[in-house]
């Protein structure tokens, strides 16, 4: 803990000050810097690699947050704000990396969420990774399996994994993630069978009743929130009712696995913690009590993915400009 005591001692200090300037004209910036967090350590770990455009002008270079689930990806002019106020205070120190990971944390806080901990001493990725951006995410058709074993890869037990899927507490999940759930599920012309009737109709009228495609098999489970850090777009949440127009700041509680229990989960991967006994377990813990269960098991395991294959000592660098 407390890496730049000596280097930067103000830097986790600047980091809340920040944030909290940030999260009170903008709190939407809370589950765009979450989402930003999951993409970043999912692939390769916590190294801001999807921060970085390492295509020096190469057309033909293709860059991780060129990835399809990485396109609707926000934040990252926030994310250069902060670090432009490190550099000033501190220039060539604190990594983007922890610049990502401890305003992630204190977006959390901000919104209700939990404080948790956090190592730093991070340091930056020199390249990044399109490919396996591409291939790793998690999709929002995915079933629970494939979402058990996209997590398990990465050291997460199924009560962690249903613990970071709260996450959906937060931020508002973009239309585009879901017509397809609405209207060609799966291909098939027809919208998710397992969706009730009344709900159905619900998220179609709130969703513009569009039968526009989407690109909804490309994009990502984890905090899929609107398309910009304004209130602008079509988007769903989960607090307290289906809704389009809610801050992104809604407590930070357990109206998420609540809806599961009800079948009204907005993503198919969500709806699909139902389906498997080791998932549905937790979900039904989490509802049965205060909500304490679930911020302590979510603080845990943001802890653990904050620590996702970081690079240290001489690995890697300390970028002064995040996305170069």
Same mark, same amino acid.
């Given at each position: 803990?407390?890496?730049?005591?000596?280097?930067?001692?103000?830097?986790?200090?600047?980091?809340?000050?920040?944030?909290?300037?940030?999260?009170?004209?903008?709190?939407?910036?809370?589950?765009?810097? @979450?989402? %930003?967090?999951?993409?970043?350590? #999912?692939?390769?770990?916590?190294?801001? +690699?999807? *921060?970085?455009?390492?295509?020096? $002008?190469?057309?033909?270079?293709?860059?991780?947050?060129?990835?399809?689930?990485?396109?609707?990806?926000?934040?990252?002019?926030?994310?250069?704000?902060?670090?432009?106020?490190?550099?000033?205070?501190?220039?060539?120190?604190?990594?983007?990396?922890?610049?990502?990971?401890?305003?992630?944390?204190?977006?959390?806080?901000?919104?209700?969420?939990?404080?948790?901990?956090?190592?730093?001493?991070?340091?930056?990725?020199?390249?990044?990774?399109?490919?396996?951006?591409?291939?790793?995410?998690?999709?929002?058709?995915?079933?629970?399996?494939?979402? @058990?074993? %996209?997590?398990?890869?990465?050291? #997460?037990?199924?009560?962690?994994?249903? +613990?970071? *899927?709260?996450?959906?507490?937060? $931020?508002?999940?973009?239309?585009?993630?879901?017509?397809?759930?609405?209207?060609?599920?799966?291909?098939?012309?027809?919208?998710?069978?397992?969706?009730?009737?009344?709900?159905?109709?619900?998220?179609?009228?709130?969703?513009?009743?569009?039968?526009?495609?989407?690109?909804?098999?490309?994009?990502?489970?984890?905090?899929?929130?609107?398309?910009?850090?304004?209130?602008?777009?079509?988007?769903?949440?989960?607090?307290?009712?289906?809704?389009?127009?809610?801050?992104?700041?809604?407590?930070?509680?357990?109206?998420?696995?609540?809806?599961?229990?009800?079948?009204?989960?907005?993503?198919?991967?969500?709806?699909?913690?139902?389906?498997?006994?080791?998932?549905?377990?937790?979900?039904?813990?989490?509802?049965?009590?205060?909500?304490?269960?679930?911020?302590?098991?979510?603080?845990?395991?943001?802890?653990?993915?904050?620590?996702?294959?970081?690079?240290?000592?001489?690995?890697?660098?300390?970028?002064?400009?995040?996305?170069?």
């Amino acid at each position: 803990y407390d890496f730049y005591r000596d280097t930067c001692p103000a830097a986790e200090e600047i980091v809340r000050s920040s944030m909290a300037r940030i999260y009170s004209q903008h709190p939407e910036v809370a589950p765009a810097f @979450l989402r %930003l967090l999951f993409h970043d350590c #999912f692939i390769r770990g916590c190294d801001a +690699s999807v *921060l970085l455009d390492d295509s020096h $002008g190469n057309r033909s270079h293709s860059i991780e947050r060129q990835a399809i689930p990485n396109r609707t990806l926000k934040g990252f002019d926030r994310i250069d704000t902060i670090k432009q106020e490190l550099e000033d205070h501190c220039p060539g120190v604190v990594s983007c990396a922890d610049v990502l990971v401890l305003a992630t944390r204190e977006g959390i806080v901000l919104a209700g969420g939990p404080f948790y901990p956090l190592f730093t001493g991070r340091r930056d990725s020199i390249q990044s990774y399109y490919a396996e951006a591409m291939a790793e995410i998690p999709k929002p058709d995915d079933n629970v399996f494939r979402t @058990l074993h %996209l997590f398990g890869l990465r050291g #997460f037990d199924e009560r962690e994994t249903v +613990s970071l *899927l709260g996450a959906h507490n937060i $931020g508002k999940i973009g239309c585009e993630f879901i017509l397809e759930r609405l209207h060609n599920f799966l291909g098939t012309g027809q919208p998710d069978p397992t969706i009730p009737a009344d709900f159905l109709s619900e998220m179609r009228h709130d969703c513009g009743d569009s039968q526009a495609s989407s690109n909804s098999t490309s994009g990502s489970p984890l905090l899929l929130e609107s398309r910009s850090l304004t209130k602008s777009g079509l988007g769903l949440t989960y607090f307290p009712q289906l809704v389009t127009s809610i801050s992104s700041g809604s407590s930070f509680d357990t109206h998420y696995y609540q809806s599961l229990l009800r079948g009204r989960g907005l993503l198919y991967a969500d709806q699909q913690l139902m389906t498997d006994e080791r998932t549905a377990s937790v979900v039904k813990a989490y509802v049965s009590d205060d909500g304490s269960a679930f911020r302590l098991d979510f603080a845990r395991a943001m802890m653990k993915m904050s620590s996702l294959g970081i690079l240290s000592g001489s690995d890697g660098q300390i970028r002064k400009n995040c996305s170069a």
